[in-house]
């Protein structure tokens, strides 16, 4: 075995998991299903079938990952954020096999207690603030708060926010790398 498990985590059949993994305390990883390398699933984490998470992907307590979620690599899920697969639910009306994708792009962060309604895509290196509701798409490298949330601003691949001059430009304080803003859209230069 090339990942680790505490012996509470129940590791259905159908799971591939990546070298380097650690699944922690009570959490159930259901098949099939795919989780890279190097990732991190912490207490009480549920991965449903079909579910695909990147290598470096860091899951925090009590998150439930649904069937129609795929994570691309770097992506780091806030202690017991929630996504959702169906958008009209009800207890006596089945929708298996009708279930919306959500997306979340390479670098994103998505902050505790946020919820994100399914069918809308997380760009690249957004950062979604706790506690909000994203009920649309979310542009790359954006910065979201709010219910439902609103773009407040724009933010690094490091985790800073980024302030734009006259120019557009905009240089992250810690990894010196610089932005673009142009017609509503950041780029890395």
């Not at 009570?26 to 990147?54: D, K, R, W, Y």
């Not at 795929?70 to 006596?92: A, M, Q």
């Not at 603030?129 to 219910?147: D, S």
Request: charged share 15%; proline share 5%; net charge neutral.
């Amino acid at each position: 075995m090339s990942y680790s498990a505490h012996p509470t985590a129940v590791i259905d059949a159908g799971a591939q998991i990546g070298e380097g993994t650690k699944i922690w305390h009570f959490s159930h990883i259901m098949g099939p299903c795919t989780i890279g390398a190097g990732c991190n699933l912490g207490q009480n984490v549920v991965v449903s079938p079909e579910v695909i998470l990147g290598n470096n992907v860091k899951v925090q307590n009590n998150v439930s990952i649904y069937t129609g979620v795929t994570c691309d690599d770097d992506v780091f899920l806030g202690p017991s954020c929630v996504f959702t697969n169906i958008t009209n639910p009800r207890s006596s009306v089945i929708r298996r096999g009708q279930y919306s994708r959500t997306h979340v792009g390479k670098g994103a962060s998505i902050g505790a207690n946020a919820t994100i309604v399914c069918g809308h895509d997380i760009g690249p290196y957004a950062f979604i603030g706790a506690g909000a509701v994203v009920t649309k798409n979310i542009p790359a490298y954006a910065l979201v708060v709010g219910n439902p949330s609103r773009q407040v601003g724009w933010m690094s691949e490091y985790g800073h926010r980024l302030d734009f001059d006259q120019e557009g430009r905009a240089t992250c304080p810690e990894s010196g790398e610089v932005y673009e803003l142009l017609n509503g859209a950041v780029l890395k230069k």
